[in-house]
T-cell receptor, first 108, second 114 residues
Framework: DAKTTQPNSMESNEEEPVHLPCNHS???????IHWYRQLPSQGPEYVIH???SNVNNRMASLAIAEDRKSSTLILHRATLRDAAVYYC?????????FGQGTTLQVKP | EAQVTQNPRYLITVTGKKLTVTCSQN?????MSWYRQDPGLGLRQIYY???????DKGDVPEGYKVSRKEKRNFPLILESPSPNQTSLYFC?????????????FGPGTRLTVL
C-alpha cells in the first residue's frame, strides 16, 4: 500500500487559513486521496477526497498537485473546533491505512 | 440521524473473561470494519466485512473474532482477552468498499484488560 508523509504538528491562529501538506510520491493511478480528522476523544470523521482535480466542500478544500505526488488540505478559516489530528490516506479499497497524521493546534 | 453506535463505551475486564463489543449502523451500509488505536501505532484494521456472512481478516486479527449475521450489526468478540488487547476500538461502516466511499466511525470503546 502506498504511503503518505505528513508533518507531525502544525499551529494556526483562529480565523486564519491553514494549509496541511501531504506527500504521496508512490501513489498509483487508481488511488484516491482521502482526508479524515480525529477530534479529541472522538472517532475519525471524513473531511474530503479527490482523485486529480481540486475539490471543495463545506468543510475544506483539497488541492492536488498535477503529478499527484502531493496534496494540500486547506481550511479556509480555522476555528478552535478544528483542532484535531488530520490524516491523509490513499484509498484503493475500503480499507483505510492511517499514518500518524498531523496534529493541528489552533490558537485563539 | 445517520450514525454508528458502539457499546459499551468503556470497559474494564480481567484476563480471560470473554467479552463482546457491539457495533450497529443505521445507514444500510454493506461494508463494516473494526480498528484499534494505540499510541505510536495509529489506527490498524482488525477485521472487516463486505456484506452479511462475509468477513475477513485485517492487519491485526489475532485474538479477535467477528460475525455479521445481520447487515446492521458487526460485533467484535474477544474470547480470552489479554492485557495487550488494552486499546481504543473503533467500528466503521461505508456504503461499499469502494475507493470513493466515505467511512463513518463510531465513538469508540476504551477497553482495559487487567
Amino acid at each position: 500500500d502506498a504511503k503518505t508523509t505528513q508533518p507531525n504538528s502544525m499551529e494556526s491562529n483562529e480565523e486564519e487559513p491553514v494549509h496541511l501538506p501531504c506527500n504521496h510520491s508512490t501513489i498509483s493511478g487508481t488511488d484516491y486521496i482521502h482526508w479524515y480528522r480525529q477530534l479529541p476523544s472522538q472517532g475519525p470523521e471524513y473531511v474530503i477526497h479527490g482523485l486529480t482535480s481540486n475539490v471543495n466542500n463545506r468543510m475544506a478544500s483539497l488541492a492536488i498537485a498535477e503529478d499527484r505526488k502531493s496534496s494540500t488540505l486547506i481550511l479556509h478559516r480555522a476555528t478552535l473546533r478544528d483542532a484535531a489530528v488530520y490524516y491523509c490516506i490513499l484509498c484503493n479499497t475500503g480499507k483505510l491505512i492511517f499514518g500518524q497524521g498531523t496534529t493541528l493546534q489552533v490558537k485563539p | 440521524e445517520a450514525q454508528v453506535t458502539q457499546n459499551p463505551r468503556y470497559l474494564i475486564t480481567v484476563t480471560g473473561k470473554k467479552l463482546t463489543v457491539t457495533c450497529s449502523q443505521n445507514m444500510n451500509h454493506e461494508y463494516m470494519s473494526w480498528y484499534r488505536q494505540d499510541p505510536g501505532l495509529g489506527l490498524r484494521q482488525i477485521y472487516y466485512s463486505m456484506n452479511v456472512e462475509v468477513t475477513d481478516k485485517g492487519d491485526v486479527p489475532e485474538g479477535y473474532k467477528v460475525s455479521r449475521k445481520e447487515k446492521r450489526n458487526f460485533p467484535l468478540i474477544l474470547e480470552s482477552p489479554s492485557p495487550n488487547q488494552t486499546s481504543l476500538y473503533f467500528c466503521a461502516s461505508s456504503q461499499t468498499s469502494g475507493r470513493t466511499d466515505t467511512q463513518y466511525f463510531g465513538p469508540g470503546t476504551r477497553l482495559t484488560v487487567l
